[in-house]
């Protein structure tokens, strides 16, 4: 069988059933939106990490070093920030190739120098290589969580409520000008320096308010099969309430805006569900301004898989058809 026949999840199942956890201070381990490991009584380590390659995440006729460097770090803080946790640590490991100006690494340092601070991210080491062909950078994150307060994709059970903070669909719609010669305006810098919601996420573990979370990297579609897999149950979502931003409803694109809600991806935003009996504390939390979230659907049993409502309050079946490697 070739990798392309596999596909990206496939191949991620396989290596996951072939390194089973031994050790119990492991938490959770491959599949979530980061591993969890109990270091003391009562914390929990957190670790990440993610792969930019030129060619396949970035092309650099759209985006600058410094952006990339940001959004280099920043795709991780969201997956920190998808655990309910707080980021801390990162390690930058970067391959390159010699006709990388210096000046242009000092751009690129200087992105993930800027979001460092930001976040109050400190820098403790890394790697550097030389690269044949492509840039590539990889950025391991280690952040912390209270042992109680993990957030994973695994808890979602029927009847809970399914959530999602701010708009979807913007980024991918902004490459999609940056790739029509556009190159400012909303869109565009959604796609070029997403925005991770820690704060959302550290909120709603403190409070113990989701009972399952990931961040929407892969298009709602995709990350809400990934919950429904981890916690098997199916869900049902409706279109006419997935939040989209006036910016995309306004752009004069390809596909419809829906489409990039679902399948677009890189919008980072969190997708979580809420159990019956916390759904007033979130929409208290909504109405006070503490939280950016908006209920587009329902948790249901596994066997009616993943459903979407149309306008009409037609059912379809909802395919995971956000981004895949290997395909």
Known sequence: MKLSELGEIGFLKKIEASLPLSDKSVLLGIGDDAAAVRVSRGK??????????????????????????????????????????????ALIVIAVPDNIKVAELNELYRGIKKTASS????????????????????????????QGNIVSRGGARPGDKI???????DSSAGLELLKKGKRSGYLIQRHLLPAPRVKEGV????????????????????????ICEQSKV?????????????????AKLKKSPLNYALSGGEDYELLFTV????????????????LSA???????????????VDGKGQKMPL???GFNHFR
């Open 119 to 146: 976040y109050k991210v400190s820098i403790i080491g890394g790697d550097t290589s030389g690269s044949k062909n492509s840039l590539t950078i990889n950025i391991t994150l280690l952040g912390e969580a209270k």
């Open 203 to 226: 909120f709603l573990s403190k409070n113990r308010l989701a009972a399952s979370m990931i961040d929407v990297s892969d298009g709602l579609a995709t990350d809400l099969n990934h």
């Open 163 to 169: 959530f999602v903070t701010g708009t979807l669909g």
């Open 275 to 290: 159990k019956a009996s916390y759904i007033k504390k979130v929409y208290n939390a909504i109405s006070k301004g503490r």
């Open 44 to 89: 929990t380590l957190l670790s990440t990490t993610d792969l930019l390659t030129e060619g396949i995440h970035f092309d650099l006729k759209y985006i600058s070093f410094y952006q990339l460097g940001a959004k280099a770090l920043l795709v991780n803080i969201s997956d920190i920030a998808a655990m309910g946790g707080i980021p801390r640590y």
């Open 319 to 321: 395919l995971p058809t």
């Open 234 to 250: 199916g869900a049902i979502i409706y279109e006419d309430k997935i939040p989209l931003s006036k910016e995309l409803k306004k």
């Open 294 to 308: 908006t209920m587009i659907g329902e948790i249901t049993e596994m066997k009616k898989g993943m459903l979407i």
